[in-house]
């Protein structure tokens, strides 16, 4: 085998073993590459009724892998539920407490770095309701729109600070996606839950028919860091907000 | 045994087969076997009972809802336990057999995730993270627990976040990087470590105590290094092992080994065309491509022994020098689940009592009835190779600059000796003024230098500028005054640094830890 010569190739082949591979609950699911193997442990807990999940992604030659681009979502057949579960530098996904049954992972395409999203400085302490801007905590400042590339580089996503909106723009050069509908969400990481969500429709662009594109644009407000993830286009399983 | 004998084995085993956990299949002859021995007697009341153990192992580890067992992988792995097991023994084996081939032993598996004879058998994964998960859990990790100061706790998932890794490696042990005509091969030594490149990309960053070992598609190479050529033979793998500021790199020549060390901002190229082969593990052992890889695994030993001794050294019971060896080190070299921190292998600094005898580290004499503080006028210090745990929060250990002395292998602050050596015992006047220190030492880099170059001024000054007297004896190290040392040309002062991990203790001041130095 060759050690890969590209971070795109691997996570691609990655994001693409992560929505095909059906997992047992007894022997767990394993998928070899060229670049990454896959592996799905599963294991029952103590208390017997739920199991932990453990995902591995390992990149055969140690190249290295921004992981953070991708995120799973983990959720149980025929219910709301969900668990959102965050890669560590080594490629590896832990869920502790899954409920033994029937479960789907569905990869997501994950924003870098955390947002936050809250009024601009006014001066004073109180909120204004207008005058909303984007800030990023760490080591990114967004003042600016940003392009984010899906993993297979398909579609794109841009995150636009408005005054008093944001706006979430998604387009493509695959004119063959038109129609088809991309999910995305704002979730709060440290207990998985969806602060804001929605869904948009890729459409022709009426200005440049090289593309086909779609937008969302909503008020927002909220101190807390969040992470902005996207799907890739057939593999929606966000809900309409 | 014909084709529909199989069929009724893999529907039995479908519908009746326990759990696949490590338990049920070490008790495989005497469970499940036997369960369905009894079940389907017809088939099982045959000459053949080592063919009927080994397709319901297969049935039962192999993949679920893929069709009948094609003859050809059973016969194959058949095949193989006629070669190496004798007749009364196979049955109790054929599960490792049958682990070993569900891996990739024996065959070329296909990539995808399809779950299919011809891909790797998630079933028999399984059973090989089961084994490993238990070596590290009943051997390595309660020695290391004994051994390392620092080394937490492991639950089952830390360990599961260890075995994967393992597992890969041991499957597929080797990756290949073409480097081609025009590009080359980098080695750069930094404070930081070792950084490998290829051209201008890199590839890799090595800290110090972590390994990087490679081999080519050639037998000789030239490599450059600062000054000049080196021949380099890949008869064995190449290993790269980043210490402090400096990086060893460990070739052999005609079997021999011989080690050479690239210094801070150094770097060392190959040139292409060649192709260069990666080994996953990093062990750095000479004997890594036979004991760490599935593809090596000789039958006559038993798969558990052979995931035992990859996973915590060669030895029955665990020894330091034999655990770096192993196939765990060099995660933990990396980090250290559930705390951070990481592992390594590095000289640390003992002192010996000069009352007691007894060796410690820290500050003060750990024997009850002494407890004398150190002091480097009086007791020795020196260093021994041991696993520490870096990167904890406080530090255990820290790293210390010292100079081993050529007389009596006193491990010593340079500084140590500083004031003895430069001031009247008359009349407590400095040989050197400062300010002319300073401009002696104005082109000097490192503390060696500086006192190389203050030795030689000192050497020439046979009389106190202020009261006269003679000038006393020169001597570096804190223990000198004896007739041996002062007999040394240079005043015991060595040719290099050496660096050495310090224990720190703390103590807790107003709910505050400050290192008790």
């Given amino acids: ?241 | 045994m014909k084709h529909e004998k199989g069929i009724q084995i893999l529907a039995y085993v479908k519908t009746h087969a326990p759990t696949l956990n490590l338990e049920n299949v070490i008790d495989f002859p005497h469970g499940f076997l036997r369960q369905v021995k009894e079940a389907l007697p017809d088939i099982s009341d045959n000459s053949e009972p080592d063919i009927f153990a080994l397709i319901t192992a297969i049935c039962w580890i192999g993949p679920s809802n893929t069709g009948p067992l094609p003859e050809t992988i059973w016969s194959t792995i058949y095949d193989r336990i006629v070669l190496s097991i004798k007749f009364d023994d196979r049955i109790d084996r054929v599960i490792d057999f049958v682990i070993a081939f569900g891996c990739g032993k024996w065959r070329k598996v296909r990539e995808g995730t399809s779950n299919s004879w011809y891909h790797i058998w998630p079933g028999a994964r399984k059973i090989l993270a089961d084994i490993a998960e238990r070596a590290i859990r009943k051997k390595a990790n309660p020695w290391l627990k004994n051994s390392v100061k620092g080394f937490p706790d492991m639950g089952k998932a830390d360990i599961r976040h260890y075995v994967h890794f393992f597992i890969e490696k041991l499957l597929f042990p080797e990756f290949t990087m073409p480097v081609l005509e025009n590009e080359s091969f980098i080695i750069e030594c930094s404070d930081q470590g070792a950084t490998l490149k290829k051209n201008r990309e890199i590839m890799n960053m090595i800290l110090p105590g972590m390994k990087y070992v490679f081999s080519a598609n050639m037998e000789k190479a030239e490599m450059e290094i600062e000054t000049g050529k080196k021949h380099i033979s890949f008869d064995y793998p190449i290993v790269i092992t980043p210490g402090n500021k400096k990086v060893y790199i460990l070739l052999y020549e005609n079997n021999k080994k011989k080690p050479f060390i690239m210094n801070q901002n150094e770097l060392c190229k190959l040139k292409g065309p060649f192709t260069l082969k990666r080994w996953e593990c990093s062990c750095g052992y000479i004997h890594c491509g036979i004991r760490h890889r599935l593809s090596e695994w000789k039958p006559e030993i038993k798969l558990k022994d052979f995931v035992y001794s990859a996973l915590k050294g060669v030895v029955k019971e665990i020894k330091t020098n034999s655990f770096i060896n192993s196939m765990y080190f060099p995660d933990l070299a990396i980090d250290v689940l559930p705390t951070g921190g990481r592992l390594r292998f590095t000289p640390i600094e003992y002192k010996k009592c000069n009352k007691c005898d007894k060796e410690y580290e820290g500050e003060t004499c750990i024997n009850e009835e002494c407890k004398r503080v150190f002091d480097p006028f009086r007791d020795k210090r020196f260093s021994k190779e041991v696993i520490i745990m870096l990167g904890l929060h406080p530090e255990l250990y820290i790293l210390k600059e010292r100079y081993k002395c050529p007389v009596c292998s006193n491990m010593y602050d340079i500084y140590d000796n500083l004031l003895k050596n430069t001031v009247c015992s008359f009349c407590n006047t400095p040989y050197i003024e400062q300010s002319c220190l300073d401009a002696l030492w104005k082109n000097e880099q490192t503390d060696l230098q500086k006192v190389r170059k203050l030795h030689k001024i000192l050497m020439k000054t046979d009389t106190c500028p202020t009261c006269q007297r003679p000038r006393g004896e020169i001597c570096w190290c804190p223990l000198g005054g004896d007739k041996l040392h002062t007999r040394h040309s240079f005043g015991c002062l060595p040719q290099r640094l050496v660096y050495v991990y310090s224990r720190v203790f703390y103590k807790i001041i107003a709910g505050d830890m400050y290192p008790y130095l």
């Fill in chain 1, 1 to 241: 085998m060759d050690i890969p010569n590209s971070e795109t190739n691997i996570l691609n082949e990655a994001f693409g073993f992560l929505k095909q591979m059906e997992l047992s609950m007894e022997t767990g699911a394993y998928a070899l590459g060229e670049s990454v193997s896959v592996y799905m442990d599963v294991w029952n807990n103590q208390d017997k009724k739920n199991v932990s999940l453990l995902v591995t992604c390992y990149v055969f030659g140690s190249f290295s892998v921004d992981w953070n681009r991708i995120v799973l979502l983990l959720s149980e057949t025929g219910k709301e539920s969900f668990y959102f579960g965050f890669f560590n530098s080594k490629g590896q996904v832990f869920f502790p407490m899954v409920p033994s049954g029937s479960i789907h992972i569905t990869p997501y395409n994950r924003f870098t770095s955390k947002l936050i999203i809250t009024p601009a400085d006014t001066g004073g302490d109180e909120p204004v309701d207008a005058d909303f801007s984007l800030a990023a905590k760490g080591t990114q400042a967004l003042n600016e729109p940003v392009d984010y590339p899906s993993v297979d580089e398909r579609i794109h996503a841009v995150i636009i600070p408005a005054d008093t909106h944001i706006e979430v723009m998604v387009y493509s050069e695959h004119r063959e996606l038109e129609g088809t509908v991309v999910g995305f969400a704002f979730i709060d990481p440290d207990n998985s839950t969806i602060v804001e969500q929605g869904r948009i429709t890729l459409l022709q662009d009426q200005t440049d028919s090289k593309y086909v594109k779609g937008s969302w644009k909503k008020r927002m407000e909220t101190a807390i860091p969040l992470v902005f993830i996207f799907s890739d286009p057939e593999e929606n399983i966000l809900k309409d907000s």
